[in-house]
């Protein structure tokens, strides 16, 4: 974070003295002479508790929800919400810098296209991104507070569980462009129905300049019956979409990489490598292409750095342990992207396919359907074993089963293991995905300490 004076940073929220303010944080350990300490209250830790001793660390002002007993009045800025006041800072912080800027949302595929549009950028000049999944109140203030004079592009990552969140995350970040990925059904627990789904994340239109570029998915069923204001320019990319302003042909894909030509109606035409398995990487890859030509980066250029794309933490990730391949994706699932990892699992060579698919949360009332149809769609890639793990992986396991898939139920981890001895073999691939609550990487990391090594 570059120096900011006080009064420019919480302006909005107090009348504070011109001094230099040189971090926000949440983090007492993280504390330092000139920061600003942000209090948040918690069911286990209330920052509240750490305050006194952040002003004695040098903390200058102190964001707390009621006064603090050691920390003086004049340098207690009280609040009614503590994220609100972090998207106030990072707006106020936010426009002291003029990138180029991508706005990344919606149900599946926000992060790997995040970091599509980090590759493509990072070939242009100095870029910034969402770090990990720090796509909420407190992730997306963290990341604009990175911003520097260096910074010419970025790219930010806006989740969301409820309405009005990504409204207020987009008017704090101010995107040149906006990408929607696609619209699942991800958080039907809150909205209800994926209509309103669909409202919640075009809610990045508002935060948009009037002429930016919102890339959305043509092969969806439901983004193109969105509502784009015409003060926008939509971007439709797509693979059977014949209409889509950016497609992909001819995709070719397997272990090592996907292949596919991009037919794009303004620029022309180009090849692309993607280093990722799965036709869904495609159009990851497909919206940040068509995000960054948009705002006039150069086609060919943008079109050969999407090679330079790499994976973070564990999604996607295919390594080869004891012999055996494993498709690592643990973390997060939704029936879209449950479907979309099976495909790459009937992708490869392996002769054996081994499937270790764990419940998916805040599915609501479609959580039944959705596990259900994710056993359906594991007989359909192939499978020829499924471990099913969790309470509401019951529906997916007897889906399986009604299919003729070899499945077995687990209640817990150490039956999961159990089974991943009793059934895993040299020679095998192996795909794990569950919402990550599950703890699936955790199971994986016990399981690789008992294959061969080397």
Known sequence: MQKIPANELLAGLTLAEPVSIHAVVTDSREVKPGCVFVCFPGERVDGHDFAAGAYQN????IIANHPVEGVPADRTVIVPDSAKAMIRMASNYRMLFSPKMIGVTGSVGKTT?????????????????????QNNDIGVPNTLFRLDNDTEYAVV?????????????????????????MIGVSHLENLGTRENILKAKMEICTGLPDGAPLVLNADNDLLPTADVPTRLKAVWFGIDAENADV???????GTNGTTFKIIDKEYGTFDAAIPT?????????????AAATRLG???????????????????QHIVKKGGVTFIEDCYNASPDSMRAALSVLKAL?????????????????????????????????????????????????????????????????EEVLQYLRQFVRPGDAVLAKASHAMGLEQLLQDFYKELPQG
């Open 277 to 289: 398995a799965g036709v869904h990487t495609v159009y990851d890859a497909l919206a940040a292409y």
């Open 58 to 61: 040098g903390a200058a002002y």
């Open 157 to 181: 990552e806006m989740g969301m569980d409820h309405a009005g969140e990504i409204e207020r995350l987009t008017r704090c970040a101010r995107p040149s462009a906006g990408i929607i990925t």
């Open 349 to 413: 060579p392996n002769t054996r396919k081994i499937a270790l698919l764990g419940d998916m949360l805040e599915l609501g009332d479609a959580s039944e359907d959705g596990h259900r149809h994710t056993g359906e769609w594991a007989a359909d890639a192939g499978v020829d074993q499924l471990i099913a793990y969790g309470p509401r992986s019951a529906a997916m396991a007897d889906a399986a089963k009604a299919h003729g898939v070899v499945t077995v139920h687990c209640k817990n981890a």
């Open 247 to 253: 497609r992909a042909v001819d995709v070719e894909t």
């Open 297 to 315: 980066l150069d086609a060919a250029r943008c079109a050969a750095a999407l090679a330079t794309y790499q994976t973070t933490g564990m999604r």
């Open 113 to 133: 296209t995040k970091e599509f549009c980090y590759a493509v950028l990072s070939a242009f000049g100095k870029t910034l991104k969402t770090e990990g999944n």
